[in-house]
């Protein structure tokens, strides 16, 4: 079978991480789609209007080295609320759901909008605290000047601004196995995401 499994949950919840190991478990393609919204939303900080940036994003500014700063990610999160937006990106992320070796993609609406089809789907969330920690410390170990209290409140307002907002609001699909991971290793979610998803389908993992 083509496998496809959906991950959706809040800012630093651990969405990318437990769909890296996923990917790698059932040998599976990985999308980071919050990428796709970093990279609309660091167009517009040069002055591109958000649907022309969305509509002419090429690979390279997927890979732009400044993507995951606290001003990107915002930007991501203001342009992310426009319909058009969403639209102009939404082909990609179906067609890369649909690739044949299958897939896992990340994001806040890919259970309920991009892949309400898949197999699998995860909400992958934490406590504000836990997960302002997790950010914080990704942000001050890569250089960043930070603290946790101005991190703690970016997430609290671009979870806001996500969860609120009319065009796709983050939120757990129906279907959706919800995973607190406050209080877990990583290897401790990853180990009970991937027993979910044999049970679920039957797919046993490689490694
Ligand atoms: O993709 P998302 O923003 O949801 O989160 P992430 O980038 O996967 O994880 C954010 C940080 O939390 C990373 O540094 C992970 O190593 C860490 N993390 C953790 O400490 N415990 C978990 N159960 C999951 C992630
Ligand atoms: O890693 P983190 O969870 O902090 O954020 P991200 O997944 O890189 O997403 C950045 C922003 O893009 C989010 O705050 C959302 O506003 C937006 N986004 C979205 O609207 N829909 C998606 N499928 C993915 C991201």
């Not at 890919?110 to 302002?132: H, N």
């Not at 757990?172 to 401790?188: F, K, M, N, R």
């Amino acid at each position: 079978m083509r496998l496809t499994i959906a991950i959706d949950g809040p800012a630093a919840a651990g969405k990318g991480t437990l769909s890296r190991a996923l990917a790698e478990a059932f040998g599976l393609a990985h999308l980071d789609t919050g990428l796709i919204y970093r990279a609309t939303g660091r167009r517009t900080l040069d002055g591109t209007p958000p649907l022309e940036a969305a509509q002419t994003l090429s690979a390279a500014d997927l890979e732009a080295d400044d993507l995951r700063t606290p001003d990107v990610a915002r930007a991501a999160s203001v342009v992310a609320a426009l319909p058009e937006v969403r639209a102009a990106l939404v082909d990609f992320q179906r067609a890369f759901a649909r690739r044949s070796g299958g897939a896992v993609l990340d994001g806040r609406d890919i259970g309920t909008v991009i892949c309400p089809e898949a197999e699998v789907k995860f909400f992958v969330t934490a406590s504000d605290q836990v997960r302002a920690e997790r950010r914080f410390a990704e942000l001050r170990d890569s250089g960043h000047e930070v603290t946790l209290d101005g991190v703690l409140k970016d997430l609290r307002e671009r979870d806001a601004r996500d969860s609120a907002r009319a065009a796709a609001p983050m939120m757990p699909a129906e279907d959706a196995v919800v995973l607190d991971t406050s209080g877990l290793a990583i290897d401790a979610v990853v180990a009970e995401a991937i027993r979910l998803v044999t049970e679920k389908t039957g797919c046993q993992p490689a490694t």
